[in-house]
């Protein structure tokens, strides 16, 4: 397709595991027998329990209550619906959850194969993002590597909430990789339960967990600031994916007036932290926690002070909002062509390809 033809690119579509019996053919034989031994069950997420209201919009579900099951629903419930030409899917399940590295590997393996033959092969607009076991960071970037002669994978996938700050120095590697190949590393809401999701330990509600994401995307980017991670890898780029988008201008401009006093800690970040998330950050739309306001909306998104960062999505079958409506009301017209289209070009150079 020629890319001036795009319509929409959707940058956040979850494909549904329908159980674990799904992957058996992309095990090895060890982990196979390991599954059905032990009677493995399922990985999903907790993150996302499968009958839960914001997991899949009621619409969307079939007689079993899930959503996104298979390339041809998807096709038509978020590509079709919403004239997008392309879709990038996120995987959620649970790999990241696991406590043992070899058996993340090998799970972060099945998924991303399972990907491929039974989504990517099936409808030529789906991309998707490399499902990583961060749990060890040699089997991450095997995993990189292995997936990314595929041109159909298009970032890195990690959860918000994992063990460690992203930041830190051990996960380089990874973003040595991902700048190797072009890919941006995707951060999605989610956790990996080692810690509660908030720092005050565990709430007590899937509501209070929920809403806290947006507290750990918020310390994800000031640990890969900080680090200096853009600094070491200047192409790289980072999505929030599912973060919500209003407080990352106030947070940030928290985190850059703070800088300015002791900025000496951190002698590599030689401009404002500001600056760099303009440059480095990028952010999908849904859930755009702004009211319907048009005036609201517009102040809001001028406090980004820039009009690159924002990426379509859809966050298909997340219930994130109702009716059909592609853009959420307020988003100025003039950046309607940005969201859709140019900033995911721009973003995700393997779409060009
Ligand atoms: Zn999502």
Redesign the pocket.
């Known amino acids: 397709m020629n890319l001036s033809d795009i319509r929409a690119v959707d940058c956040?579509v979850?494909p549904t595991v329908p159980s674990m019996q799904t992957l058996l053919p992309y095990l090895n034989d060890h982990w196979r027998e390991t599954v059905i031994e032990r009677e493995i069950t399922t990985l999903d997420t907790i993150s996302y329990p499968p009958l839960a209201p914001l997991t899949a919009r009621a619409d969307f579900r079939g007689e079993n209550g899930r959503a996104g099951l298979d390339a041809s629903e998807v096709g038509q419930q978020a590509l079709d619906k919403w004239q997008a030409d392309i879709a990038i899917l996120?995987c959620l399940y649970g790999v990241q959850l696991v406590f043992n590295e070899d058996m993340a590997q090998a799970f972060a393996r099945a998924v991303n194969d399972w990907v491929v033959k039974e989504w990517l092969d099936r409808d030529p607009r789906l991309r998707a993002s490399i499902v990583v076991p961060l749990q060890n960071v040699e089997h991450a970037v095997d995993e990189i590597e292995r997936c990314a002669v595929d041109k159909r994978f298009v970032q890195i996938l990690v959860l918000c909430m994992g063990e460690t700050p992203l930041g830190r120095r051990q996960f380089w590697p990874i973003y040595a990789a991902a700048e190797r190949h072009n890919l941006p590393l995707g951060i999605?809401?989610g956790s990996a339960y080692r810690y509660p999701v908030t720092s005050l330990g565990w709430p007590t509600y899937y509501v209070e967990d929920y809403a806290a994401q947006s507290l750990g995307f918020q310390s994800q980017l000031a640990s890969l600031v900080c680090e200096g991670v853009f600094v070491k890898f200047p192409k790289l780029k980072a999505v929030l994916?599912?973060s919500g988008v209003t407080w990352l201008p106030g947070f940030v401009w928290r985190l850059s007036k703070f800088w300015r006093g002791v900025r000496a800690e951190i002698p590599w970040i030689d401009r404002s932290p500001n600056e760099i998330v303009r440059d480095h950050f990028r952010l999908t739309i849904q859930p755009l926690d702004t009211p319907d306001d048009p005036d609201i909306v517009a102040r809001a998104i001028e406090h980004f002070q820039s009009d690159d960062m924002l990426l379509y999505?859809s966050?298909y079958p997340?219930w994130q909002f109702d009716g059909d409506e592609i853009m959420p009301p307020g988003i100025p017209a003039g950046l309607h062509r940005r969201i859709l289209v140019d900033n995911p070009l721009a973003t995700y150079p393997r779409l060009g390809l």
């Open positions: 956040d979850h996120n999605h809401a994916i599912e999505s966050d997340h």
